[in-house]
């Protein structure tokens, strides 16, 4: 499982969240049990105002072994701004879109010119001292919401392209905003398996359309075990109009032990982080285990139900 609250989650928050808090709320879930936590993005300050702190972030966390510390790295620049915070960062998630539209929508960039400066960015980390993972998180490979269909052969054409790379061990099949469905991410899934079985493979959805935790469901179906998801289920895409936020991280726990999965996730400590989320960010958030509780979470009976029961039985029968 890996948690993107303090990226994906945060960077379409219209009120910055203090670098304490955001250091805060990291701590905290890398004490959940949480595998891979995506502590920020070394995207331009001007573009997403929430993530200028990203250095003051990854300085100040404390971190836990066991865990494995991502960012996201949008270009050479921010590359160059990872490079600098050495060991302190585990992975670097790079990202383009396999939609053209999208790509410059989000970009500014043609798809071309987004793979030739990632693979340079590939290239500078494997030169780098400090020993760094390298994945690819492929945008809207289930729908682009300015081309509608994008052909599953584009999904793999792109996934092989960075697979073939020295130094990039895993790709994120990401519904940027959420138009996948079961059956489409089940067929897409298998595919992408067949052809790289060894690739580390992480599905990261959106819930726009009410379908990411089945689509989830799915995913796990075809094989795939690694998630992304953000905790309250907040997030967005801002370049990706009506796309709600990231599938919830304590929903998709839920369900997955409830499916007889063992995700390694402290579950009640997890919704005790996601209790505090509101207050962070100041609104309430869409999760919706924290609200209800878990399946079998009981309350007190009433005090009057004795009474109903006593005067059922006083009417007789069972």
């Not at 990872?82 to 992975?91: R, T, V």
């Not at 996730?265 to 209790?275: H, N």
Request: aromatic share 4%; with cysteine.
């Amino acid at each position: 499982m890996q948690e993107v609250v303090l990226r994906d989650g945060l960077q379409s928050e219209r009120a910055f969240v203090p670098t304490a808090q955001k250091i805060a709320l990291a701590d905290a879930l890398s004490r959940t049990g949480i595998a891979k936590l995506e502590v920020t993005s070394f995207v331009s300050p001007k573009a997403i105002p929430n993530l200028a702190d990203a250095e003051d972030v990854l300085r100040g966390i404390t971190r836990v072994p066991g865990v494995l510390y991502t960012v996201l790295v949008p270009n050479m620049r921010g590359a160059e701004r990872a490079l600098n915070c050495g060991a302190s960062i585990d992975e670097w998630n790079l990202v383009m879109s396999v939609s053209e539209s999208h790509n410059l929508m989000n970009l500014r960039m043609t798809r071309e010119q987004s793979f030739t400066q990632l693979a340079a960015v590939v290239a500078l980390a494997r030169s780098s001292p400090t020993p760094v993972a390298i994945n690819v998180s492929l945008s809207c490979c289930f729908g682009c919401p300015v081309e509608g269909e994008v052909p599953p052969a584009e999904v793999h054409r792109w996934a092989a392209r960075f697979l073939e790379l020295d130094g990039v061990g895993g790709v994120s099949l990401c519904d940027t905003t959420g138009m996948a469905f079961p059956s489409q991410v089940q067929t897409i899934c298998n595919e992408h398996l067949r052809r790289w079985p060894d690739a580390e493979t992480t599905l990261h959805f959106h819930n726009t359309r009410g379908l990411g935790l089945a689509n989830a469901l799915a995913g796990l179906a075809a094989g795939i075990d690694r998630f992304d998801a953000s905790l309250g289920g907040l997030g967005g895409c801002p370049f990706a109009p009506g796309a709600t936020g990231n599938i919830c991280t304590e929903d998709l726990v839920h369900l997955l032990e409830l499916e007889g999965c063992a995700t390694g996730v402290d579950l009640p400590a997890l919704l005790e982080v996601s209790r505090q989320l509101a207050a962070t960010v100041g609104h309430d958030t869409p999760g919706q285990v924290v609200k209800a509780g878990q399946r079998l979470d009981t309350k007190p009976a009433p005090d009057w139900l004795e009474g109903v029961r006593a005067r059922a039985l006083a009417k007789g029968g069972d």
